[in-house]
C-alpha cells in the first residue's frame, strides 16, 4: 500500500494532473472516477490506482485484477486526486494518436474545427455533444487547450476514447486541405447573413468554432466557404462557445437522419 504523498508514483500523479508538458513526455494522461475506468479501452489502460476504502468495498476489488494496480491511503488518495471528492478509483492511460485521414477519411464526414477554445469544460462539452452528434472527428489549433487536462477529461464523459480529435500546427493550411477534399467549411460568425437551419450539411460538412472571447480570428473565418449565424433575440449576442457547436452539429445530425 501507498501511505505517503512522497512516493514516487503519487508525485509523478500530481505531476500529470498539472502540467500538460509532463503529460505529452510520458504520453499518458490520467481520468478519475468509476465511469472512466470502465469505459476505458483495455489496450490503453497503463495503470489503476485505488483508495483503501474503495477496495475494502464488496466486489469492487475484483473489476481492477485483470490491470497492475496500487492501493493507496484514503488521505493520500485525496490528496493526489483533481476532484474535491474522488470516488476512489484513478486511471492512468496512454495518449490516442490519430492522422488527418482517421478524422475526416470516412466516406460523409461531419467535423468540427476549434480555434483557440480555452475553457476546459467547453471543450470537454464539445467532444461529448460531438460524439452525439455523429461527428467524425475534431481538428484543433494549438492554442485550443490540451485535451488531456483533467477537467477536459471529465467534462467529456468518456467520450474522449472514442471520438478522433487532432492537434494541428497550422489550422490555415489544414482547412485548405479539407476543401481540396470536398468538405464544406461553415463559420459560425457574428457577420453570417444566413441563419443555420437554412443550409445543406448531408454532405461532407464541417464547422468553425472560435474562441470564447473573440470568436474566429480574421484569416481564419475568411478560409470559410459560407458564414452561418445564430439568431439572438434580446440583447444577447452571442452564445457560450460549446452550445453553439451542439446547435450546429444537431442540425447536421438531424439534416442527415432524414
Do not use: W
Amino acid at each position: 500500500m501507498i501511505t505517503s504523498l512522497a512516493n514516487a508514483q503519487m508525485k509523478n500523479i500530481m505531476q500529470l494532473n498539472a502540467k500538460a508538458r509532463v503529460r505529452r513526455e510520458q504520453d499518458v494522461f490520467v481520468a478519475e472516477g468509476m465511469k472512466m475506468f470502465l469505459e476505458a479501452p483495455p489496450s490503453s489502460v497503463q495503470k489503476v490506482y485505488v483508495s483503501e476504502h474503495f477496495i475494502m468495498k464488496e466486489n469492487d476489488g475484483d473489476i481492477i485484477e485483470k490491470y497492475p494496480y496500487e492501493i493507496v491511503k484514503d488521505d493520500v488518495f485525496h490528496k493526489v486526486c483533481d476532484t474535491k471528492t474522488p470516488q476512489g478509483i484513478l486511471t492512468v492511460l496512454k495518449q490516442f494518436h490519430y492522422s488527418e485521414k482517421d478524422i475526416y477519411g470516412g466516406e460523409n464526414p461531419l467535423l468540427l474545427l476549434l480555434e483557440g477554445v480555452q475553457d476546459p469544460g467547453n471543450l470537454g462539452t464539445m467532444i461529448r455533444t460531438s460524439e452525439g452528434a455523429g461527428v467524425s472527428g475534431i481538428i484543433m489549433d494549438r492554442n485550443t487547450a490540451d485535451i488531456y487536462n483533467p477537467k477536459v477529461i471529465r467534462a467529456t464523459m468518456g467520450s474522449v476514447y472514442r471520438m478522433p480529435f487532432l492537434y494541428v500546427d497550422d489550422l490555415h493550411a489544414c482547412i485548405r486541405r479539407l476543401k481540396e477534399e470536398g468538405i464544406c467549411v461553415y463559420a459560425s460568425h457574428l457577420s453570417g447573413e444566413e441563419l443555420y437551419t437554412q443550409k445543406n450539411y448531408r454532405n461532407k460538412t464541417s464547422f468553425l468554432i472560435g474562441n470564447e472571447g473573440n470568436g474566429l480570428t480574421r484569416e481564419t473565418a475568411e478560409l470559410a466557404d459560407a458564414y452561418i449565424k445564430i439568431p439572438m433575440n434580446g440583447r444577447v449576442e452571442s452564445l457560450n462557445a460549446a452550445i453553439a457547436a451542439a446547435l450546429l452539429l444537431y442540425e447536421a445530425d438531424r439534416q442527415r437522419r432524414m
